[in-house]
């Protein structure tokens, strides 16, 4: 086994199982061992690139591109069809599918729908593949200070979103306070 | 605790798939037999004799646009190739949980001989080798864009100066095709240094209408928004122009950039000629200007 085959199977044995459930969570489960694969394949062409201090990273850096990849590929095909057959298309395009498991977590998920794009996509990488700050500027390819920036950013916004507005004091109290 | 680590640590326990161990999964082994296929050489294939000649593109813009808009939808919604996704199917999910919708499309794929013809022109035109890409042209290849109601036919040395210019930013093209009045219409994206820096999805403006005879790229005709053969996306390349304009503003003389207008009002100057290394090092430097590193 030659050494990019041994770095490879490293990646591979070490980090298939989070990269796996990277795409499971933004694919779904029946498609996320073919995305997976897909990963794979891009890591084994570009295994010369590979930080291995950061391989994790990196990977999680792949697999949003073939995710992406396969969003826009499975989307457009409906839009040409559309385009071509000269109706727009019925619905606006959906975020991608996020099963929910409990009821208690629909309206964190649901706020996390209402983000823009570029902060749901960094508050999953730390939220839910568990990357630090330096792995996430290594798999979205940006500096650690435009990381720490973007992410406390992230959080806000989705704070805002889940916090409640303050009660309004109704006439009657507001009256009896008045008084 | 404040608000926003509240919010965060719900977020991290709504988790809709912690990690676990894959059963069943490959082998690192067996992957790397799946991805170490030896790769076909490109060669120019034997004309085969047998097939008719397929038409060729030339007709007017209404008999295309006719054709097009009698014939896709038939076809489109036959399932030649077996693979439609059935409505409704994506994730299991368990009784206390719901889904947000996934949107299904059917598929209609165009013939499989013609699915390889265009892989392997995508492939090429990604890798960024000038040479193994004007070799998949027809010797009778024509590159052309509608103006109006006039079918314009540009010259092969612009399309292989554009192409150097594509490669220098690293530009990844991506084609979703069906059948359709050429052997395969096709909506086209490009992804390149651009978007990267800018952390912008590509534009989808434009509709490709390519024919292959003998193996080869025959035609490769654009229905676009914009006048003539601009590749890139507007909102990519205005940022980077406005940068150049401000910054570098002397590497705009000498024919070299060229000022047009997009459809949509805009206007900016793109690179047109014979500058590849210099686009690159200026987008590099753009990208630094912002904060941004650029993968070699």
């Not at chain 1, 295994?47 to 590929?73: C, H, M, P, T």
């Not at chain 2, 050489?41 to 295309?64: I, K, N, T, Y």
């Not at chain 2, 220098?168 to 909506?187: F, K, N, Q, R």
Request: proline share 7%; charged share 25%; glycine share 4%.
């Amino acid at each position: 086994m030659s050494s990019d085959e041994a770095t490879f199977a490293r990646l591979y044995d070490e980090h298939y199982d989070e990269v796996h459930a990277f795409c499971a969570r933004r694919v779904g489960w029946s498609d996320a061992d073919d995305v997976a694969a897909e990963v794979f394949t891009a890591a084994w062409r570009r295994i010369a690139d590979v930080d291995l201090s950061f391989a994790r990273a990196w990977l999680f850096g792949v697999a949003r591109k073939v995710v992406l990849n396969q969003w826009r590929s499975t989307s457009r095909r409906g839009r040409l069809r559309e385009r071509i057959a000269g109706v727009r298309p019925s619905q606006p395009e959906q975020p991608e599918a996020i099963v929910v498991r409990r009821a208690e977590d629909q309206d964190v998920i649901a706020a996390l729908n209402d983000l823009r794009a570029s902060d749901r996509e960094i508050l999953r990488l730390a939220a839910w593949e568990e990357l630090t700050g330096p792995e996430i500027a290594v798999a979205l390819n940006i500096s650690l200070s435009a990381t720490q920036q973007r992410l406390h950013r992230a959080k806000r916004r989705l704070a805002a979103l889940l916090v409640p507005e303050p009660p309004r004091a109704t006439n009657a109290a507001e009256g009896e306070a008045q008084a | 605790m404040n608000d926003i680590d509240r919010a965060f640590d719900r977020l991290r326990e709504a988790n809709p798939e912690p990690t676990r161990v894959v059963e069943d999964k490959p082998t690192a082994r067996q992957m790397l037999a799946t991805v170490q296929r030896p790769r076909t050489p490109l060669q120019r294939p034997e004309p085969d004799r047998s097939r008719p000649r397929r038409r060729a593109l030339a007709v007017a813009a209404a008999a295309f646009a006719a054709v097009v808009f009698a014939t896709v939808p038939v076809l489109m919604f036959v399932d030649r190739s077996g693979d439609e996704v059935p409505a409704g199917e994506g994730p299991s999910t368990t009784a206390l949980s719901t889904t947000v919708p996934q949107t299904t499309v059917p598929v209609s794929s165009i013939d499989p001989e013609t699915e390889g013809l265009v892989d392997t022109f995508v492939s090429t035109y990604n890798s960024g080798d000038l040479e193994a890409f004007m070799a998949l042209l027809h010797p009778d290849f024509r590159r052309e864009t509608w103006l109006d109601e006039d079918l314009i036919t540009h010259p092969s040395d612009t399309l292989s100066t554009l192409y150097e210019v594509d490669a220098a930013l690293h530009t990844e093209i991506t084609l979703v095709c069906v059948p359709g009045a050429a052997d395969a219409v096709c909506m086209p994206t490009r992804f390149d240094d651009l978007h990267r820096v800018l952390e912008i999805p590509p534009s989808e403006v434009t509709t490709w209408f390519l024919t292959f005879e003998d193996g080869l790229l025959r035609t490769w005709t654009e229905r676009r928004p914009n006048v003539g053969l601009i590749p890139y996306d507007a909102e990519a390349v205005t940022p980077f122009a406005n940068w150049v304009v401000a910054n570098r503003p002397e590497m705009l003389g000498g024919s070299r950039w060229e000022f047009v207008f997009f459809s949509g009002g805009s206007d900016t100057w793109i690179p047109r000629q014979g500058i590849a290394a210099e686009v690159a090092e200026l987008v590099s430097e753009w990208a630094d200007s912002l904060g941004v590193t650029l993968e070699e």
